[in-house]
């Protein structure tokens, strides 16, 4: 079949709610992806954040191929051995307590409001507790996971959706502190927001947020959904900035690339919150997403992913902020270790993004401006400057 015939096939039995780039990725090697006319592609998107051993790496492969062979699926009444292994991990990692493993990054964000109402419940017992959002925040795209979302386009067709949320603005303290009452059960926010445009929390307003928190018996949420494993160059974001969550919700390169998530809570929280009968899943947890997991996590031991992408990262932001005073269309850059925005003004971000695949460039968006790389965590300078070239083309024929 063509590409042509490929797409025809997918727009007439897929529900159409993506307006999808003509392209037809049939496999990936290292950090390049190759499409159905075996065109080659530099990846500086990873999946959305999700790839960030790079593709087909052989041990990564052999430990599913490996569990494939023993069991897949067992379902969460009985104990498996990855999932205990994972869990350990992630524990280990991460400094927190207890892990509850869901299939996406949306349910992981579910289970996080679930234990925050249930821990505010089981202090006075009411039943109509509050939690603080942030606007242009994004977890996730169930009715739970939507409620904390700021950003009213995706909202409004889908209320009325869970009550008691609130929203404060990103990196001001004092627009949080406004929204705290008596009832307030929890704070959510990202540590770098991710879809809402790459904007890292400043450290000043983490630490405040935290110190509210503490004060008043408030659950700290940390969504490291996407800035989390190792992209900021900590394991997760909120390791560099001296706080800690009481919640965190990890997925996206936690499995890189089998569909997996996970809520994380700190001893205090999970001797104050889920019991045996408040939660469930049927997959989450399954052998092969935690044969996934746990092997991500030695392979990140293994390869010094920390050390690499602390290293790498100046590089490329260096080599974007060289790119942006060549190109007024460029007009700012963002982020934090391989999580990086570039705000373009003068043609709309989805004609640079279209244009960058015509050269061979896989990029995304984030917001309404900016243009996000979250490249495999294994990229290397040859790479960045592979990227910068395809880019700049791109750049040229818009301008022009
Ligand atoms: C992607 C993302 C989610 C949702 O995860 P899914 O796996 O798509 O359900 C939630 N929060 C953040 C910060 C994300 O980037």
């Excluded at 925040?137 to 009550?163: D, M």
């Excluded at 997996?260 to 999970?270: C, D």
């Excluded at 092969?288 to 991500?296: D, E, P």
Aim: net charge negative.
């Amino acid at each position: 079949m063509s590409k042509q015939e490929y797409m025809d096939k997918a727009e007439q039995y897929l529900l159409h709610t993506y307006n999808r780039f003509p392209v037809v990725f049939e496999r990936g090697q290292g950090v390049y992806l190759y499409d159905t006319d075996g065109k080659e592609y530099l990846d500086f998107a990873a999946g959305i954040a999700v790839f960030a051993l790079g593709y087909n790496d052989p041990e990564y492969n052999q430990a599913l191929t490996d569990q494939l062979g023993k069991i897949i699926h067992t379902s969460n009444l009985y104990y498996n051995i990855p999932a205990a292994e994972a869990a350990q991990k992630l524990v280990g990692k991460s400094g927190m307590s207890k892990v509850f493993f869901t299939n996406s990054g949306t349910e992981a964000i579910e289970g996080a409001i679930k234990v925050a109402r249930k821990y505010a419940y089981l202090k006075d017992g009411s039943t109509d507790h509050e939690i603080i959002a942030m606007n242009h925040s994004f977890h996730g795209r169930s009715l739970g996971a939507l409620s904390v979302t700021g950003n009213t386009h995706y909202q409004e067709p889908f209320k009325p959706l869970i009550g008691g949320v609130k929203f404060a603005d990103f990196n001001d303290l004092e627009s949080v502190k406004a929204q705290v009452t008596e009832k307030t059960c929890a704070i959510i926010l990202e540590t770098v927001q991710g879809e809402g445009g790459i904007y890292p929390a400043d450290p000043e307003f983490l630490k405040g947020v935290e110190k509210l928190c503490r004060e008043k018996d408030i659950l700290l949420i940390l969504d490291e959904i996407q800035c989390g494993m190792g992209r900021t160059g900590e394991l997760f974001a909120w390791q560099a900035y001296g706080v800690q969550p009481d919640v965190m919700t990890v997925a996206k390169a936690l499995g890189c690339g089998v569909p997996v998530g996970a809520f994380v809570l700190n001893e205090k929280t999970a001797q104050n919150s889920l019991v045996p009968g408040d939660h469930g899943t049927t997959y989450g947890g399954n052998p092969l997403a935690c044969a996934a997991v746990s092997k991500v996590f030695d392979l990140f031991e293994e390869k010094n992913i920390l050390e690499h992408v602390r290293q790498i990262a100046p590089y490329l932001e260096k080599k974007l902020d060289e790119l942006a005073e060549k190109h007024s269309c460029i007009v700012a850059r963002r982020g934090k270790g391989l999580m990086q925005g570039l705000v373009i003004t003068g043609f709309p971000v989805g004609q640079l993004v279209t244009k960058a695949l015509e050269k061979g460039l896989v990029v995304i968006s984030a917001g309404s401006d900016v243009l996000r790389l979250v490249p495999p965590l294994v990229i290397q300078e040859k790479h960045v400057d592979e990227m910068i070239v395809r880019l700049e083309e791109a750049i040229k024929e818009l301008e022009a």
